[in-house]
């Protein structure tokens, strides 16, 4: 199942705050040597957009310049790290070459995502195609391939799908060996999101680059310094490690590769300029774009509203396609976080008196939907409406339209369904289907008693275990596109005198006038206990996909006896050096 998300609403045309460059002169001239004696260095930097990730993304994205943008954004977040006061000597970075694959080269094999085969096909492919001299204007320093492929190293005969990046250290200048892999868009087999699937992969980038320009990893044997709390930490979690070691910055500071030295002289063209976004990027793509992009879901938003001053650490998110919550990583820089802040050098910061532009939001016109049936008996068929909060799209606040964004109605199924199948009928199908990916369920379905302490409970398949228990699969396919519930308008309960049917998953009386599918309306509240469970569910770093046992047993029905919501202390959450592997070859 392809999730729409329609990059329209994330205004990712730089703005007026942004001052846009409005330059569009052709290439870049031949360049001044200019050997650094201060505290700038300069990345010319070529860009391989691969075809996994254009067919990722692509379906997403409304035109290609829209996509052209996302990574021109994507590289000026790393520019806004490597230029942090962490570092005493600063990057600036230039693209020279920015190449979207829509077809895989036949001469760069992706080996399926195999790093090692991956990152020695990718340097050769580079050194091909990269001009010999420094001096020529399209010879680039540095070539960086973002991938939508899930790298994997092999660790004794398994595959371990915790590496999100490769590069050959100190690698850089070297034409041979100036090449760097990173994932981008990346999710497990079950579809739930690594640290690399969303914006994030800005600092596994940057992280991999730092590799290249001779880094390594912080913390013994390397060095003395602590192997937790910044970019170049052994393991990349979801939380915080924004900004540089001292141990890193001396790397830079006692860089003796000419290459870096040469100023780029000239003004890129607009399709290689990410100077537009300011190293702000955070103020085109804010929080909910973010998680938007990391969900790929135009339904995703921040998890509440009070976790604004909590972005630049870690970005919560939240869609209602799925239960649980996700964890995307540090903001990008100039993400509104509360009040009159954003975020800053991985901090929460007043923007002091600089000006910045406050925008409330308004809705769209309502758009709406189709007849749909499940064509099950004794239901009803449903249009389900939406409106969008993007006209306009609120800016630098925590307060989103008020009210609802989907309505759902009636209508008639007559010309939609010639049968009409019984709801034990449809469960077994579905269970069926079910049975294929996990094993312990049986092709036998049911659809259970309402309880009105949990609402949802008679909108879900529930299938047959083979131990005899009934269990609806709602976390094994949470994240795959496939549901678990009955479709809307379906009968699930009478009180004896009024009908209730399945209302996005809840089971309730009809609507009168259009009636919201999503509870709370669209402000972002956090989890609804009605409905939901407090899950952290990103892709775990050991690959454990098993639904966690407290979970499995809220998801059990028992007639007599209600399991108990499990909390988040129940679930955990993997530990930030869970993450921790090896991501560098020697040149």
């Known amino acids: 199942m392809v999730r729409s998300l329609d990059f329209d609403d994330l205004n990712t045309a730089a703005d007026d705050s942004l001052n846009e460059v409005n330059s569009e002169k052709e290439g870049k001239t031949k360049r001044q040597e200019n050997y650094a004696k201060g505290k700038q260095l ?22 290609e310049e829209q996509l052209i943008d996302l990574i021109l954004g994507f590289v000026n977040q790393m520019q806004a790290l490597y230029q942090q006061p962490s570092l005493k000597k600063k990057i600036q970075i230039s ?10 080269p036949s001469d760069l094999p992706h080996a399926d995502g195999d790093r090692d085969k991956l990152l020695d096909a990718f340097c050769s492919y580079q050194e091909k195609k990269n001009p ?7 010879h680039w320093d540095l070539a960086l391939y973002i991938s939508g492929l899930n790298f994997y190293a092999m660790e004794k005969g398994k595959k371990n799908g915790i590496t999100m990046g490769l590069a050959p250290v100190g690698g850089v200048c070297l034409k041979k060996h100036a090449c760097v892999i990173t994932e981008f868009g990346t999710t497990s087999d079950d579809g739930r999101p690594y640290p690399s699937a969303g914006l994030l992969s800005t600092y596994i980038a940057a992280h991999e680059i730092g ?53 780029p002289q000239g003004t890129p063209s607009k399709d290689k300029d990410h100077s537009k976004f300011k190293e702000k990027p955070g103020q085109v793509w804010d929080a909910h774009d973010q998680c938007k992009i990391f969900l790929r879901d135009e339904d995703a938003t921040v998890f509440n509203e009070t976790v604004f001053s909590s972005v630049c650490h870690e970005t919560l998110c939240k869609t209602p396609k799925r239960i649980g919550y996700y964890a995307a990583g540090p903001a990008m820089e100039g993400t509104f976080c509360g009040g009159k802040k954003w975020c800053k050098n991985g901090e929460c910061v007043s923007w002091g008196s600089e000006k910045v532009k406050v925008v409330k939001g308004g809705w769209s ?7 749909k049936s499940g064509c099950v008996k004794k239901s009803r068929a449903v249009t ?50 079910f049975s294929k990916y996990v094993p312990d369920i049986t092709p036998v379905g049911v659809q259970v008693k309402y309880n009105e302490k949990r609402q949802w409970q008679s909108c879900a398949v529930y299938c047959k275990m083979k131990t005899g228990t009934w269990y609806t699969p709602r976390q094994e396919f949470n994240d795959r596109g496939i549901d678990t519930f009955f479709p809307d308008g379906t009968w699930c309960h009478s009180d004896g005198r009024t009908d209730y049917f399945c209302q996005n998953r809840l089971c309730l009386p009809p609507p009168v006038k259009g009636r919201a599918l999503l509870p709370g309306g669209y402000i972002p509240r956090g989890l609804d206990p009605e409905v939901d469970v407090p899950v952290l569910n990103n892709a775990h770093p050991k690959g454990e ?31 930030e050096e869970d993450y921790e592997i090896i991501d560098y070859v020697s040149p």
Not at 132 to 138: G, L
Not at 223 to 239: E, I, Q
Not at 421 to 432: H, L, M, N, S, T
Not at 545 to 557: G, H, S, V, W
Request: net charge positive; hydrophobic share 20%.
């Open 42 to 63: 300069y990345l010319e930097l070529a860009v391989f957009f691969d075809q996994k990730g254009y067919e990722m993304f692509q379906p997403h994205v409304k035109s």
């Open 95 to 104: 693209i020279v070459r920015l190449e979207v694959m829509k077809k895989q």
């Open 132 to 138: 010999d001299s420094d001096k020529d204007p399209n």
């Open 211 to 263: 590799h290249n320009l001779g880094m390594y990893h912080d913390g013994p044997p390397n060095n003395k310094c602590p192997s937790n709390g910044h970019v170049m930490s052994p393991s990349r979690g979801t939380k915080g490690e924004t900004t540089w070691s001292k141990c890193s910055s001396e790397v830079l500071e006692k860089s003796d590769k000419k290459c870096l030295f040469d100023e």
């Open 365 to 371: 016109d309502w758009s709406k939907g189709k007849c």
């Open 384 to 433: 389900v409406d939406k409106r969008y909060c993007n006209n306009p799209k609120p800016k630098n606040t925590e307060k989103y339209c008020e009210g609802d964004n989907v309505r759902i109605h009636f209508c008639d199924d007559s010309k939609l369904c010639k049968n009409y199948v019984p709801p034990v009928d449809y469960a077994k199908q579905r269970c069926e289907f």
């Open 545 to 575: 996909n098993r639904a966690p046992d407290k979970l499995r047993e809220y998801f059990q029905y028992n007639e007599g006896r209600l399991p108990p919501l499990p909390g988040p202390d129940d679930l955990g959450r993997p530990k």
